[in-house]
């Protein structure tokens, strides 16, 4: 009979395309995302405007709906990367239905009040980057479920509290930047595959604490800049086999230890703008690579170590030195940097690094306890 035929046709048809559709928690999932956004935050231009949901979010051609903003494999949604549109208003808690993602992305938008819970059960996310926006409360101990994270990025948000101890459980977490958020509290153990650490602009305190940072082989960057750390920096610190790069500036260090390498790939420190006292550390000039180096506005007083002369890049200035090695203007080299607000009787006005001027005598002869030799 043929309206049998046309039936079985129609459920045939009915059939291949359910292969093809969203599965409905998905798209109950990104119906409420867009539904927790100021509709006024979200102008026709944009990825979210996009979003009808009287067509399929996974299904293509995307000529007119879901231009972008999400991609799926199959039908399942995979990844959600949002437009930096200034989207407003909160992340709704189902995205954690959508539990074959791996990406999500909001950076650059205003998503304000706290990171869902649920959304740390995600079991497939690798990368989570929820930087510049206003999310606020704290980073909860549940952070560590997400076995798979690769990339953690909820910098430039209002985050408080203290980094969670089970931080250290992502064993795949390569790259985590909470910089500049309300964070207190010590730096917790790290995950030991970390090669990227951005924990600058916030008011972490405590020391640097070697069981933080025990294991840690393939960490290159750290930039731990403007907090409230203190004490010595460790000899161990310098030494952590990948290190290339180190910014320590802006803290309440008082000390700084420095061994001498067996190898290194160290390139730039910066310890600028702490209490630093003592006498600069020459063992520095025993890594291979190093090439710019910043120990400004400490407490640093002596001479000049020689072996400074070999970096390309030298910022000295607002210290007490005294006495400069010939070598630095000896050689054909020429030294980027400054060596100003010093007390370095003989910095020739020619050279770049002398530009800025010295300490008022008498500043310095206090410094000194009146005990200044001419240098
Ligand atoms: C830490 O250093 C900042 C400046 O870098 C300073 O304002 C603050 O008073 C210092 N805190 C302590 C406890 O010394
Ligand atoms: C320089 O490094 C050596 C070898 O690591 C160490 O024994 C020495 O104490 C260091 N010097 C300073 C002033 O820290």
Redesign the pocket.
């Known amino acids: 009979m043929p309206t049998a035929a046309v039936f079985y046709l129609l459920l045939l048809l009915s059939v291949t395309a359910a292969g093809t559709t969203t599965v409905l928690s998905d798209i109950a999932a990104l119906k409420a995302l867009k539904s927790s956004i100021n509709p006024t935050s979200i102008p026709s231009y944009t990825c979210l405007y996009s979003w009808d949901f009287t067509s399929d979010p996974c299904s293509p051609p995307h000529v007119t709906h879901f231009l972008c903003g999400l991609s799926c494999s199959g039908n399942r949604v995979t990844q959600l990367t949002l437009d930096p549109a200034g989207y407003s208003g909160t992340l709704s808690p189902l995205v954690s239905q959508l539990t074959q993602l791996i990406t999500l992305d909001l950076s650059d938008n205003k998503f304000s009040g706290q990171i869902p819970g649920s959304i740390f059960t995600l079991p497939n996310l690798q990368t989570l980057i929820l930087g510049s926006n206003s999310f606020s409360g704290v980073i909860p101990a549940t952070i560590s479920n997400l076995k798979k994270l690769q990339t953690l990025d909820i910098s430039h948000n209002f985050l408080s509290g203290s980094l969670p101890d089970s931080l250290a459980s992502l064993t795949e977490l390569t790259r985590l930047d909470s910089s500049f958020n309300k964070l207190t509290g010590p730096i917790p153990k790290l995950p030991k595959n970390i090669i990227e650490l951005a924990l600058k602009g916030n008011s972490l305190s405590g020391y640097l604490q070697k069981e933080s940072f025990t294991g840690l082989t393939q960490l290159e960057v750290v930039e731990l800049s403007e907090n409230?750390l203190?004490g010595t920096i460790p000899g161990w610190f310098f030494l952590m086999p990948s290190l290339q790069q180190v910014n320590l500036a802006?803290?309440?260090f008082t000390g700084v230890e420095v061994f001498k390498p067996i190898n290194s790939n160290l390139i730039a420190v910066d310890l600028g703008?702490?209490?630093i006292a003592g006498y600069p550390p020459a063992n520095f000039s025993a890594y291979p690579l190093l090439a710019s180096l910043t120990l400004s506005y400490n407490n640093l007083r002596g001479r000049i170590p020689g072996e400074y002369s070999k970096l390309n890049r030298l910022f000295l200035d607002g210290n007490f030195l005294i006495g400069l090695p010939s070598e630095f203007f000896s050689g054909e080299k020429t030294i980027s940097g400054s060596l100003g607000d010093n007390c370095l009787k003989s910095c020739p006005a020619s050279s770049e690094l002398c530009f800025k001027k010295q300490k008022p005598w008498s500043v310095c002869k206090q410094a000194y306890h009146g005990k200044l030799e001419l240098s």
């Open positions: 409230s203190a802006n803290n309440n703008f702490n209490e």
